[in-house]
């Protein structure tokens, strides 16, 4: 079968089935047991850090948190920041006004609704400013690792390339996924993370001496 991907104007073959299984494997294989690169010591500091990573590299959240989590170490002290003091926090941090906004917002509620404690299931965690279901899928694999999958760039990105998908948004595309991989949705979503972040970049994807390449669609012929 041949996939249509209008965003991308071209055409791709859809994976099959043993490829999706041959796939799936590889992505085990390569990166069994891989975890985020966020750095965190609660699923409260983890709920933050992801939230702040939305459009931001992992590799910038872990530079303001440290900060921020000390001055506002539980829901209690962050539900009653004064936003200016958040923003210059994080002011380093892309759509830092809004998200200093839903980190107060977020903090309340965990406070007034849940004891200040982070809830463990996804339609709690949405129920929060600023988290919707990729934010709650990511910490609910990370820290309970649930059998879910989020879709972030570098995951829609690889699905693509790959076949897996032509799903036209990031939830479209984790409803194919989920229903393809189906098991250890929660190591896939990191092994796809990773693989996207290092080797298969939305520019100059590293396929010489890809693992997948015997396996990919688009031999470099697009961008995703």
């Known amino acids: ?31 069994p047991d891989g975890v985020t690169e966020l750095d965190y010591t609660n699923i409260y500091e983890l709920l933050i850090s992801v939230m702040l990573s939305a459009q931001c590299t992992d590799k910038r ?27 210059l926090l994080i002011n380093s ?34 129920s929060l400013a600023g988290v ?12 309970l690792g649930a059998n879910c999958i989020a879709v972030d760039t570098h995951v829609f990105r690889v699905a693509h390339r790959l076949g897996l998908s032509d799903a036209a948004t990031a939830l479209k595309t984790e409803d194919e996924l989920t229903k393809k991989f189906k098991t250890q949705l929660h190591l896939l979503h990191q092994a796809m993370v990773i693989f996207g972040r290092y080797h298969c970049k939305a520019i100059n994807p590293q396929c010489g001496g890809c693992f997948l390449a015997h396996l990919c669609k688009s031999n470099g012929r697009f961008k995703v």
């Not at 839903?102 to 004891?115: P, Q, T, Y």
């Open 61 to 87: 959240v872990n530079i303001i948190t440290p900060a921020l989590f000390c001055i506002y170490p539980t829901s209690f002290e962050l539900a009653n920041a004064n936003v200016d003091d958040i923003k």
């Open 1 to 31: 079968m041949i996939l249509y991907n209008a965003k991308m104007n071209i055409k791709v073959k859809k994976a099959t089935k043993l490829e999706i299984e041959a796939i799936k494997s590889l992505f085990l294989e390569h990166y």
């Open 132 to 143: 919707g279901q990729k934010t709650a899928n990511v910490v609910l694999s990370e820290y």
């Open 93 to 126: 941090c892309s759509f830092f006004n809004v998200k200093a906004e839903n980190l107060i917002k977020m903090a309340r509620s965990l406070v007034e609704n849940f004891g200040g404690e982070v809830p463990l299931n996804q339609k709690d965690l949405m």
